[in-house]
């Protein structure tokens, strides 16, 4: 009968439907290999800071290459292409795919900073209202083990197997990953303050679905005449030029204001950037410099330009804008950071930021379809001063005992505001 023809005909094109759409899973061993080498190719022409790593990244390829062939799946392919970039102890490289087990992605699934100080690891900031918060983790502690290994054990343990010596960038990199832990994972963290030890334990809950959860922006005004605009890890999303434009226009009669990049971890991308800095230009400048290290390494020739930021709005924001920043001003955040300060268009105001460095390509390897991302351009200050190495004009060190104490960034950024308006109106 016609009808039942009909239904044969559509169960056969939903099996085969189904059968092109579903992903593959299973991989030969070839397969993994040319994978394998697709990625280490890539990195060997393209990854622009081999100069500043003790990374021996030949040596990279004879260490795990051979481990492909005890690869089964998908999830042991990528647990083995982790390993091989934390080797180059950059947090602007990683995949854009992980497992239950992998690490999570510094700063934007972290939710503790700490850094060595004369062979001490110290906290040195802690996210807000962050799981380590709710756990009493706080600013100055000492860390004496994590998940119930000394820290200095742990530490070389995940410090990688190529490297020529083991620098402090190495020894920070692999402090900050294990204190922000795997996601399948519970943390545990010794500390020791004043002499007292204590174990405070940290629960998986995510990080960025947390924040996930909040607004592009918000906007307010502080103390009557102050405008407060800060971004939500947002600068990745188009629609938030839109929004920036509504929340400076609400502003627009302010006597400063105070542009809070504290929460931007994830990045973001240079239109949204240029979109924000431009309100605050009235003609064309330069925010940042890039180069490109592998056309000087395959052709000798040095390639480099400096990106300019056009104004652009129905008004231009002419009073003093501070711009707040923290170890989760990341990537993009620490660019429009760099560039307010390179344009003089604000003074920037609080802790070293992420330090990200250059700007990100991403690669898709052919076989697996995972996708790869790390900086292919160097970027730097206008000034020359690489990205990664800006401190801000007015410096907030957390780790003294004055700062300990409610918003220090907030409230120094605050002074420095005032006296900003204060010398503005001495020079009219």
């Not at 062939?69 to 102890?89: A, K, P």
């Not at 993009?332 to 760099?338: H, K, Q, T, V, Y």
């Amino acid at each position: 009968m016609p009808w039942v023809k009909l239904s044969v005909l559509l169960v056969l094109l939903g099996f085969f439907a189904q059968a092109v759409s579903a992903p593959q899973t299973n991989f030969t061993r070839q397969q993994y290999e040319e994978d394998f080498d697709y990625l280490w190719q890539s990195f060997s022409d393209d990854y622009a800071y081999f100069d500043q790593k003790q990374t021996d990244w030949q040596r990279v390829r004879e260490i795990y290459r051979p481990q492909v062939s005890v690869v089964r799946t998908r999830d042991d392919f990528v647990g083995l292409l982790e390993s091989v970039l934390e080797e180059l102890y950059d947090f602007h490289t990683h995949l854009n795919t992980n497992t239950p087990s992998s690490s999570r992605l510094v700063p934007s699934g972290a939710d503790m900073w700490a850094e060595w100080i004369q062979d001490r690891a110290i906290i040195t900031e802690v996210r807000p209202e962050s799981l380590a918060e709710r756990a009493r983790i706080k600013v100055g502690m000492q860390i004496v083990s994590i998940n119930g290994v000394a820290v200095a054990e742990a530490v070389s343990r995940r410090t990688g197997k190529s490297l020529r010596s083991v620098d402090k960038p190495a020894r920070d990199w692999a402090l900050r990953i294990l204190l922000a832990g795997r996601h399948n994972e519970k943390r545990s963290v010794e500390v020791m303050t004043n002499g007292d030890r204590s174990v405070l334990s940290i629960d998986n809950e995510s990080a960025e679905a947390a924040a996930a959860q909040k607004f592009l922006l918000e906007r307010s005004k502080l103390q009557n005449d102050l405008g407060y605009i800060r971004i939500n890890n947002s600068l990745g999303d188009t629609e938030l030029i839109k929004q920036f434009d509504l929340a400076l226009a609400s502003l627009r009669n302010t006597r400063g204001l105070i542009l809070d990049l504290r929460d931007t971890p994830s990045g973001g991308n240079t239109t949204v950037a240029r979109g924000i800095m431009s309100r605050f230009i009235s003609r064309d400048m330069p925010y940042q410099k890039h180069s490109l290290p592998a056309e000087e390494h395959r052709y000798g020739i040095r390639r480099s330009w400096v990106e300019l930021v056009s104004p652009r709005g129905d008004f231009t924001y002419r009073a003093p804008v501070v711009v707040l920043v923290n170890h989760w001003t990341g990537s993009m955040g620490e660019g429009i950071a760099i560039g307010m300060d390179g344009m003089k268009r604000a003074t920037i105001v609080g802790t070293e930021m992420a330090c990200l460095v250059g700007a990100t390509s991403g690669i898709k390897l052919p076989h697996t379809g995972i996708g790869v991302n790390f900086p292919t351009e160097k970027l730097f200050h206008v000034n020359g001063t690489p990205r990664e190495k800006f401190v801000p004009s007015v410096h907030v060190d957390l780790v003294k005992r004055d700062n300990q104490h409610g918003d220090a960034v907030m409230t120094r950024g605050l002074a420095v505001v005032r006296n900003m308006i204060k010398r503005s109106r001495g020079s009219q």
